[in-house]
Structure formats: structure tokens, C-alpha cells
């Protein structure tokens, strides 16, 4: 048997062998970057569901801190509407697809629920506000609510639902 001591032909393995692991960790670098992106997507827009619910929350509590005219629930000709939220029968509000709108384009839409509930032997005024955007590939959607209570408004408590905590 002759030995071949010829080394002609190994620059063109090596280079395979070099093209084969640079196009295999280019793939691996590039599904990780894709992934990375569609999950950094996906939280941008969660996140912008969550500004549009607070921004229901927000309408709800100055609406509650404005003047209306309620001579038909007091002497006074004006009330906060948080007052008569609390002194009526069916103390409930809803406001239904109220669209939200940023730099003149609608970003999202709010439904908020204003209601007085009773919860751990406290009355608390209850503002629910679910926030969804729309302006990603998917709507997405989160929910805020802020718990007033009645008796010492300086008590105030915030939970957050299917969005950022």
C-alpha cells in the first residue's frame, strides 16, 4: 500500500467545513434575534394597553371630581358626580368603546365600569377600565381598576389585570 502524503484538496474540506458552521450559527443567531423581537413586539403592545385602560381609569376619576347639576338628588344646584354616585339607588356607570386618540390617531378603545361596591366591610367606589390597542398585529388588551374608598377618599387602591403588574 502507498501512503498518500499529498495535502492538496484539504483547503476546499476545511472551507466547507468553515461554511457549514458559519451558516449554521448564523440561522441560530438570527431565529434567537426573531425571537427576541416578536416577544419585545408583544410587550410594547401589552404595555400600550395598559396606558389606554389607565387613561379610562383617568377619564373615570376627573368625570367623578367634576360638577353636575343634581337638584333632582340634593338641595344644591351642583355636586361632584362621585357625591351622586353615592347617594343613588343604581350606583352605576358605564362608558362603552370611548376611543382613545394620541397625536390625532386612535390608538385603543376603553370600557370602564364606575360602580360602588361593598368589599372587606368597607364602600369603596370601584373604577374598572379595560384598555385595548390596536395599532400592533394583534388587539391586545388589559384591565386597570382603582378602588376609592367612600368614607376617607384619600384611600385608594390599584390592581392590575392581564397586563403589566
Given amino acids: 500500500m502507498k501512503k498518500i502524503k499529498s495535502d492538496s484538496g484539504m483547503a476546499?474540506?476545511?472551507?466547507?467545513?468553515?461554511?457549514?458552521?458559519?451558516?449554521?450559527?448564523?440561522i441560530i443567531i438570527f431565529s434567537y434575534t426573531k425571537n427576541n423581537v416578536g416577544e419585545t413586539m408583544s410587550q410594547s403592545e401589552q404595555l400600550s394597553a395598559f396606558?389606554?385602560?389607565?387613561?379610562g381609569i383617568e377619564l373615570a376619576f376627573t368625570a367623578l371630581n367634576t360638577d353636575v347639576d343634581a337638584t333632582s338628588y340634593s338641595n344644591t344646584s351642583k355636586v361632584k358626580l362621585i357625591d351622586v354616585l353615592t347617594s343613588t339607588s343604581q350606583p352605576e356607570i358605564t362608558l362603552k368603546d370611548k376611543m382613545i386618540t394620541y397625536n390625532s390617531q386612535d390608538i385603543g378603545k376603553v370600557n370602564v365600569s364606575i360602580?360602588?361596591?361593598?368589599?372587606s366591610g368597607k364602600t369603596?367606589?370601584?373604577?374598572?377600565?379595560?384598555?385595548?390597542?390596536?395599532?400592533?398585529?394583534?388587539d391586545s388588551v388589559a384591565t386597570s381598576i382603582m378602588k376609592i374608598d367612600i368614607h376617607n377618599r384619600a384611600n385608594?387602591?390599584?390592581?392590575?389585570?392581564?397586563?403589566v403588574q
Fill in 12 to 26: 476546499l474540506v476545511w472551507a466547507i467545513i468553515l461554511l457549514i458552521f458559519t451558516t449554521t450559527l448564523s
Fill in 51 to 55: 396606558y389606554v385602560a389607565e387613561s
Fill in 115 to 119: 360602580k360602588v361596591v361593598e368589599e
Fill in 124 to 138: 369603596w367606589i370601584k373604577i374598572a377600565s379595560q384598555g385595548i390597542y390596536f395599532l400592533g398585529g394583534d
Fill in 156 to 163: 385608594v387602591e390599584r390592581e392590575f389585570i392581564d397586563g
